[in-house]
């Protein structure tokens, strides 16, 4: 089982559809990232988040640190979103460092 | 936007090959990270830099090897490249310790023949 995981791992929606990813963890984390990579390959962090909620656009991101579970959330998407979605959970390492465990991801696609 | 590049984007060589994958950030981070992805697979850490001259092996065992001489440039190399090192190669910085946000340039995707 891994630490850090996501559903669903794919998801196909209608332009305009209100979305939701979920991330669950058995990590003890202080915060939780998520990521969002494009077809290219390249990897575009979208919100760092410890307690409550964020958002930025439409993308809207919660956190339960104590039930160990993160939600993103994609309101009116647009085919523009269709990207893999990544989790991330940062634990502490050696030296006071942090390393990450990621999610194994949730493919989106949004169907004009 | 992160400042943060990776070259080249695409590489397909033979076995046997010596190879370089470069990585270099402007924004004067000292902590950096090199990330392997097979496709539809999650990110796994090969290597990671405190700083100038330290270098540390990540999770997953890798063949290859990086350096750190200068802050801004964390370079990986493959001394003789074969097809089971195909996979895409991200590079991330970060300048704080604590867990802050990562940047991670756009990767290199590798395939070996």
């Known amino acids: 089982k891994n630490e850090v995981e996501q559903s669903p791992q794919n998801l196909t929606a209608q332009e305009g559809e209100f979305i939701t990813i979920n991330c669950s963890y058995s990590v003890g984390i202080s915060a939780l990232h998520w990521l969002q990579q494009h077809p290219g390959g390249g990897i575009v962090s979208l919100f760092m988040?410890?307690?409550g909620k964020k958002k930025h656009g439409r993308l809207i991101a919660t956190i339960n640190i104590q039930e160990k579970h993160s939600s993103l959330h994609i309101t009116a998407s647009h085919p523009r979103d269709s990207a893999v979605y990544i989790c991330a959970a940062p634990r502490g390492w050696a030296s006071g460092t942090y390393k990450y465990i990621f999610g194994t991801g949730t493919r989106l696609k949004v169907l004009a | 936007e992160a400042d943060i590049y990776q070259t080249p984007r695409y590489l397909v060589i033979g076995t046997g090959k010596k190879i370089t994958l470069e990585c270099s950030q402007t924004m004067g981070h000292d902590k950096m990270y090199w990330y392997q992805q097979d496709p539809g697979m999650e990110l796994h850490l090969i290597h990671y830099?405190?700083?100038?001259?330290?270098?540390e092996k990540g999770d997953l065992s890798s063949e290859s090897t990086v350096s750190r001489i200068r802050t801004e440039h964390f370079p990986l190399t493959l001394e003789s490249a074969r097809p089971s090192h195909t996979s895409q190669y991200l590079c991330?910085?970060?300048?704080?310790?604590?867990?802050?946000?990562?940047?991670f340039g756009p990767g290199t995707r590798l395939t070996v023949l």
């Open positions: 988040l410890s307690s």
């Open positions: 830099s405190y700083g100038v001259n330290s270098t």
């Open positions: 991330a910085s970060s300048d704080r310790d604590g867990p802050d946000t990562q940047y």
